[in-house]
């Protein structure tokens, strides 16, 4: 790969202070597995790499009474792995496994997957069905948003040029929670996802409550269904329900035709991905 | 440049190099260790595949930056290594090799699968082979041979 200047801080204040003073033309790199392809592919050609590889902290998977931490140097790996996760994400597990390679999830980060605002980025989804909440650090101090209101567009956000990403959290889910991701892609390893849909709900006997759904790769940044979420609030779940949540899904789902796939396919797909999630839940 | 200290089969090494040359270059290209492959160059097809501190990478998205003191396995380190040798003996019988190209990274997903986990299911052995692809299509020898390994291991 062509010569770009490294910087490679041990401490998160040091990177800091790095941004702080260097201004245009720095690229972060914690995982590498966007940039260096982004790099190679000449779509991105930074003037400087701010390497985050010897930072020793924000690698931790953390539980804190209800809130759960997760620093954005952790790997997809580790959140595919994590006893933690399992237990008050499970629906973020799933997704992690549906990321690149086992290779790819080794390097790859939660942070890069976020900051990189793909919207068909794996990660994404469950988290906005979670209401997770970005940190964000830089010399200045810290900001945290929350991650709904956190993506402009396809690689944009509100974080600003000072500013790392230094941990996402959310309040975790119960047990009595239901939850999935269902996504589909070209296979089910090393494709890019045309239609990802994330729930995260509390049973309520046969109904779930507080439901929150979120659809990935169909619009400009993963969105929220609130209408489709509202539809299913308080439902016994059946059959009839799925249906007609999926048809309101399929109109939440504002797609586009790209090389991946299509408008419509992807729109209908929307409902159907729900449609069987719904059903996953309501099996026995 | 920059110099990086890392160590490579078990051996500590010191490199000079660009900070943004890739791993897979550093072990071809400087180190002469050559039996690591280029595939697709962008870590979609797991030819490149070598150990960082245990776990399988993708050495050609590894920055030179990013690799100091850390522990590099490739295939070239398997001879010495006790799940290593099963493997490479298992692949030759089973026939799990037809081109070859792909083959070392293969090694390397299965060394690392099979030390995490000894006794792998066919579903977990195609799990974590799931990042190497073999363009004569010869997966069932390799699910074979890598079964056939982590069976001799446990004795």
Known sequence: ?284 | MIKVGFSVNGKRVSVETSPTTTLLDILREGMGLTGTKEGCGKGECGACTVLMDGAPVVSCLVLASQIEGRKIMTVEGLAADKIGKALQEAFVEAGAVQCGYCIPGFLMSARALIEENPDPTLDQIKEGLSGNICRCTGYVKIFDAVALAARRLRG
Do not use: W
């Not at chain 1, 090389?259 to 059903?279: D, I, P």
């Open chain 1, 1 to 284: 790969m062509r010569r770009i200047d490294t910087l490679s801080p041990g401490t998160l204040q040091e990177a800091l202070e790095i941004l702080a003073r260097e201004g245009e033309g720095v690229k972060v790199i914690a995982g590498g597995t966007d940039l260096v392809v982004q790099v190679l592919e000449r779509r991105k050609s930074p003037r400087l790499l701010l390497n985050l590889s010897r930072i020793g902290d924000l690698r931790e998977i953390g539980e804190d009474g209800e809130t759960v931490r997760i620093g954005a140097l952790v790997t997809h790996r580790q959140i595919e792995r994590s006893p933690i996760l399992k237990r008050r994400a499970p629906l973020l597990c799933e997704a992690a496994l549906l990321i690149g390679s086992p290779q790819l999830r080794n390097l790859a980060t939660i942070g890069g997957n976020i900051v990189n605002a793909s919207p068909v980025a794996d990660s994404t989804p469950p988290l906005m069905a979670l209401d997770a909440t970005v940190s964000l650090r830089s010399a200045r101090g810290e900001r945290k948003i929350p991650l709904r209101a956190f993506f402009l567009g396809p690689g944009k956000t509100v974080i600003r040029r000072d500013e790392l990403l230094a941990e996402v959290s959310f309040a975790g889910l119960g047990p009595d929670a239901a939850s999935f991701y269902e996504r589909l892609g070209q296979r089910r390893l090393l494709s890019i996802s045309k239609v990802g849909v994330a729930l995260a709900a509390r049973r309520d006997g046969a109904a779930l409550r507080g439901v929150s759904i979120s659809l990935g790769a169909v619009a400009s940044t993963v969105i929220m269904a609130p209408r489709t979420a509202a539809f299913i609030e308080g439902k016994p779940l059946g059959d009839e329900v799925a249906r007609e949540a999926a048809r309101i899904a399929e109109k939440e789902s504002r797609a586009i035709t790209d090389l991946r796939s299509t408008e419509s396919y992807r729109n209908r797909m929307a409902g159907a991905l729900l449609q069987k999630g719904l059903a996953r839940l309501a099996a026995p």
